[in-house]
């Protein structure tokens, strides 16, 4: 109406007045077009339809929104403006948007050509128009950056959801070790029983058998003619410690000076005969020729030596059955009462092609039975001296030191004289996560500690470790009964 | 007349006292000597030069007290006086690790797995002795009887043709 | 103690024997003796002192064979440094250095190259093997097969070479019998014997013939391959069959059958039928020298040619053959000389009353002396030794034996012994087997022994007579 207003003092007027001033302008110069109504929910128009006119949004609202992989992505509804098919303008006459009524809708649709006219010939309404317009353009585009915002937000949320799952995946997956490891262990432990249980039998019966054979052979030697000898013999071997091969060997050059016979001092000394007078004093009990005499001697030490090894061979392995029995069939004792030593025993005996070259030092204070589930402890001895072992290569000291403590406690030390943990390690030792080398502590048996923390944290206990290059101690406090285990495992403290 | 030395290390008296009457069959053409140790093994290999007696075998377990065996034989091997001696590793506890080592470093002839058989023990004895007699002695004839025939022979024949 | 040590030494007993050596060496200077020339003195010094080093093995044989010829170069010759009498037409001392290449030992030589190709292209397993097939498997009909086949392979190749391959491949048939099984003394024995045996049948089947064949060619005697083959080979069987027949009656085999397994294959390469073709002609013309005249010494030396320049023999197997063999056949050839050169030969024959004795029994005498000579010490020792006196013998107006005869029973004689583990390499191999006893070794050698010489004694020279195959 006022037409002496210049462009750019209109941009301080509020938006609804621009707005109503174009649409009465619009008014003015079409002749007060014909308004259409429709009801919520209709669609204006469609994405790419073909526009060939404006329409001017009078009242409702209404939607902007574009179809994405099967979803209404909606683009703008708060800054959609009154000018609907903006976009066509620049868009060769198509829409950009899908245009759907919000509420019911009064709208007034003014072809581009008519539009084209009016503008070229009312400046008032190019004005008012263009102002609405960049109104409306400068709305969208704020609405432009306000989703890019949300955008990167959104993404910053998924990854640390997304690093959290790996994270508890990672967790699951060292949790199944465990629990497989543990599997595994129990499993082990069930078929050690059972074949030690298998073993039990023939090891007794060929102890008997060569307690059978001697009994035999002696009766038997009473009848032959120089069956005192045999006896001899035979006994002789069969008490007697063999000796050294480093004895060997001196008592064949002694035997061989005193005798003047190099191969017979061999023979001698191999049958445990190192005095001439004993071989004397056994030849003459015997007929026949002098080889035929060394012969038959040969024959009976073998005998006894033969008996001797069986029987000492059979003890070795009887004892190995003893103690992976009570090794393994701990595991099937739930907490009972059990003595710790019994325990260590039986995991070293069980160890001890490993410690040829160790010396192992036991200083066992006295302690009373703890109420315990036997086989977990023996599993962390075993992998505290595995371990061990494992830090010093099998050769060095291993001390096992047992004390009671106060307030119904006990401590079980195992102390290595290995190189010691780096310090940088020390307090990550017992993390599950901890791995030096393609999944295993350097020097362990990878979960093994681990699974070791964990059972003493169950039975109210605590594991400690000091380590410096000489001396590394492994520290297990455990409480007696199970009711004074209400001190939680403590996370190692590291020494230096 | 100087003998060829077997020498059985093993530390276990019983496992020790086995073998000895495996390889009783070699004596007493050959010297069949027993240590419980590599330090007794090497007072053994003094004694032996001190006769003047070559070895030719050395049968060795590994996991022993002290020195282990495959350590011995790399010993043994860097020593000129054992070049041609043939070493072999009876044992049940070498590891992967060490038994490359051996071969490597060593120049392993064989290896005999623990608990042998008495026919292989032989069998392998034999063949070895075979092997160092054949690089080292000039008469082959005396060990046709107790080695391997035929290839003793077959050496003889070689030697004698033309 | 060294690397790779070997189990040898000086014995007491050779140290022994080197001392004697010296000390007979200087009893000639010491004792003059009647009607001996002073260059005889020095041969017999030389002879005596050959004698102790030759039966003590003081020395290698070879040593000892060089040794004579050194000697012998340094006492006798016209370079000797010590002066010989005016009138002692002393032999040049190139002489005693030809002794070396003799054409006897030419011949060996080519004896030597065929048996290296044959080794190295298994010739000789792949005849075996073929040749067993027909004899079956019942063991007496094997061991017939094992001897005929050892007895021939042993005529062109060393016995002691031939008895160690066959018995690589007897061995294992043996291990197989139950121990209790004589057989298997009749299967260890019949190899040494055959090889012992067929070792007589051609000029280079062992040493001992290229001694006698050597002395002969010195005393201007030339007897052929194939006459030699003529003369031994027949008499050769007949022992053949014989031993064979003592064997399998001392020492039946309770199996009823044996298989003898030889792995191998004909060599179809190149080199193999070069090789395959130049044995063939050689021993075809050793065969056929009456046909074309070619001394065997000439074709000989054929393999040798032809082997070396087309590299079937590489310098390596070259230079390991055993050159020593020739060496020692070359020492006895030189001592022959020496003996015949200074007249010792007719003050030894002078130490004998020979008119009392007749022909056959010299000829037994030598037979007999080389046979128990070759017990004791090598055969090619004993040849050494006794062909030279066998043959000057012969020069003796008195004696009417030929030097043919005397050469061949020497020869004959020394591989006839084989009663001890020590009597031959061949023995010494069965002996090591530690399948035979000395005593079982003792029985079949001393029987074989005995009737070989009355073989040869008695039948050999009337058969010889009859088909006039000796040239008188």
Aim: charge should be negative; glycine fraction near 8%.
């Amino acid at each position: 109406m006022t037409g002496e207003r210049t462009f750019l003092a209109r941009f301080n007027e509020p938006d609804d007045a621009v707005e109503s001033r174009m649409i009465e302008e619009l008014d003015a110069v079409f002749g007060h077009p014909p308004r259409q109504k429709l009801p919520a929910g209709s669609i204006l128009f469609h994405q790419n339809d073909p526009l060939d006119g404006i329409l001017i949004l009078m009242e409702g609202t209404v939607t902007l929104y574009q179809v994405i992989e099967g979803k209404e992505v909606v683009f703008h509804s708060q800054t959609v403006g009154k000018i609907l098919g903006l976009l066509a303008l620049t868009r060769h006459s198509r829409s950009f948007f899908n245009c759907r009524a919000v509420t019911p809708v009064t709208v007034m649709k003014i072809g581009f050509d008519e539009l084209d006219r009016a503008l070229q010939e009312h400046s008032n309404l190019l004005v008012s128009f263009i102002t609405v317009l960049v109104r409306s353009m400068a709305r969208r585009n704020k609405r432009l950056v306000e989703l890019q915002t949300e955008i990167l937000g959104l993404n910053r949320s998924l990854g640390q959801e997304r690093d959290a799952l790996s994270r508890t995946l990672k967790e699951l997956q060292q949790a199944q070790a465990l629990l497989v490891e543990s599997e595994k262990m129990a499993t082990l432990g069930q078929l050690a029983a059972g074949v030690a249980h298998e073993l039990n039998n023939p090891v007794a019966a060929i102890g008997r058998a060569a307690d059978f054979v001697r009994e035999d052979l002696l009766a038997l030697a009473g009848e032959l003619p120089d069956g005192e000898v045999f006896r001899e013999m035979l006994e002789r071997t069969f008490r007697a410690t063999p000796f050294s091969t480093r004895e060997q060997r001196e008592f064949r050059r002694l035997l061989a000076g005193e005798l003047g016979d190099e191969a017979l001092a061999e023979r001698l000394v191999a049958i445990g005969i190192h005095q001439p007078a004993t071989y004397h004093l056994l030849t003459e009990n015997l007929s026949g020729t002098g080889e035929e005499t060394l012969r038959r001697l040969e024959r009976y030490h073998q005998l006894g030596g033969a008996l001797r090894n069986i029987l000492r061979c059979g003890e070795r392995i009887a004892e190995l059955v003893k103690s992976l029995r009570s090794y393994a069939r701990a595991d099937s004792t739930e907490g009972g009462e059990i003595n710790v030593h019994e325990g260590l025993e039986d995991t070293l005996r069980l160890f001890s092609n490993r410690l040829r070259d160790v010396t192992v030092e036991r200083h066992f204070g006295d302690l009373p039975p703890i109420q315990a589930h036997a086989g977990e402890l023996n599993q962390v001895w075993t992998n505290l001296i595995a371990n061990a072992l494992d830090a010093m290569k099998n050769q060095g000291r291993l001390a096992i030191t047992t004390t009671r403590l106060p307030e119904d406690r006990i401590a079980v030390r195992i102390i290595d004289s290995g190189p010691g943990i780096p310090p940088e390690h020390l307090d990550k030792i017992f993390n599950l996560r901890f791995t030096t080398r393609q999944g295993r502590v350097e020097f362990g048996l990878g979960l093994g500690l681990s699974i070791s923390h964990n059972i003493i944290a169950r039975h109210g206990g605590a594991i400690e470790v000091q380590s410096q290059p000489g001396r590394t101690e492994f520290c297990v406090k455990l409480p007696i009964s199970r009711e004074a285990a209400i001190i939680p495992a403590t996370i190692p403290e590291s020494a230096s | 007349m100087n003998r060829i030395v077997i020498l059985c290390v093993e530390d276990e008296a019983e496992v020790r006292e086995a073998i000895l009457r495996d390889l009783a069959p070699f004596k007493p053409q050959m010297r069949v000597e027993a240590a419980e140790d590599v330090d007794d093994a090497r007072a053994v290999l003094r004694e032996c030069a001190q006769d003047d007696d070559p070895v030719g075998l050395v049968l060795c377990d590994h996991l022993m007290p002290g020195v282990r065996g495959v350590d011995f034989l790399i010993e043994l091997m860097k020593d000129p006086a054992y070049e041609a001696t043939r070493k072999v590793l009876l044992t049940g506890q070498a590891g992967l690790e060490d038994t490359i080592r051996a071969v490597n470093e060593a120049r392993l002839h064989h290896y005999i797995a623990k608990p042998w058989r008495a026919e292989e023990l032989l069998q392998v004895v034999r063949n070895q002795l075979t092997e160092y007699v054949l690089s080292t002695q000039e008469d082959l004839m005396p060990f046709i009887a107790q080695l391997d025939g035929p290839r003793l022979l077959e050496a003889i024949a070689a030697g004698k043709r033309g | 103690m060294k690397p790779g040590k070997r189990v040898t030494g000086m014995t007491s007993i050779k140290w022994m024997g080197l001392l004697l050596s010296i000390f007979v060496f200087f009893i000639p200077f010491i004792f003059q003796f009647e009607e001996l020339s002073v260059a005889g003195h020095r041969v017999l010094a030389i002879f005596l002192m050959a004698i102790v080093l030759w039966v003590t093995e003081a020395i290698p044989l070879h040593a000892t064979a060089s040794l004579i010829i050194f000697l012998n170069i340094l006492l006798v010759s016209d370079k000797a440094m010590m002066a010989l009498p005016e009138d002692f037409k002393a032999p040049t001392y190139s002489s005693f250095f030809y002794a070396l290449a003799n054409p006897v030992l030419m011949l060996f030589l080519g004896g030597f190259f065929l048996a290296d190709g044959a080794a190295k292209y298994k010739l000789d397993k792949n005849l075996a093997k073929t040749l067993l097939k027909p004899f079956g498997t019942k063991p007496s009909n094997i061991i017939l097969g094992l001897m005929l086949i050892v007895a021939v392979f042993s005529m062109f190749m060393s016995n002691t070479a031939t008895t160690a391959a066959f018995m690589a491949v007897v061995l294992p048939v043996i291990a197989r019998l139950s121990p209790s099984d004589r057989g298997r003394i009749a299967l260890v024995l019949c190899i040494p014997i055959a090889a012992n045996v067929g070792g007589m049948g051609t000029p280079v089947g062992t040493p001992p013939n290229a001694i006698a064949l050597g002395a002969l060619n010195k005393a201007d005697i030339h007897i052929s391959f194939l006459e030699w083959m003529m003369m031994i080979v027949p008499f050769m069987l007949i022992l053949l069959v014989f031993c064979w027949q003592m064997l399998v009656r001392l020492f039946p085999t309770k199996a009823e059958t044996i298989t003898i397994e030889i792995d191998s294959a004909y060599d179809r390469s190149p080199k193999a039928i070069i090789f395959y073709v130049t044995a063939a002609v050689t021993i075809l013309l050793w065969f056929t020298e009456p046909l074309h005249g070619i001394q065997s010494a000439i074709v000989g030396f054929l393999p040798v040619v032809v082997m070396l320049s087309t590299k079937l023999i590489t310098d390596k197997e070259f230079h390991s053959m055993q050159w020593s063999v020739l060496w020692l056949v070359a020492g006895g050839i030189a001592l022959g000389d020496g003996v015949g050169k200074t007249g010792l030969d007719k003050w030894l024959i002078g130490l004998v009353d020979w008119e009392h004795m007749a022909p056959g029994m010299i000829a037994g005498a030598l037979c007999v002396a080389a046979l128990l000579f070759s017990t004791i010490i090598s055969n090619s020792a004993t040849a050494n030794l006794l062909v030279p006196i066998g043959i000057s013998l012969t020069a003796s107006p008195d004696i009417a034996i030929s030097p043919i005869t005397s050469a061949i029973f020497i020869a004959i004689g020394s591989s006839l012994a084989m009663s001890l583990p020590i009597s031959t390499p061949p023995n010494a191999i069965a002996y090591s087997t530690g399948q035979i006893q000395t005593k079982q070794m003792a029985l079949t050698g001393v029987f074989i022994g005995l009737v070989g010489m009355l073989l040869f004694i008695y039948a050999a020279p009337l058969i010889w007579n009859i088909f006039g195959i000796m040239p008188d």
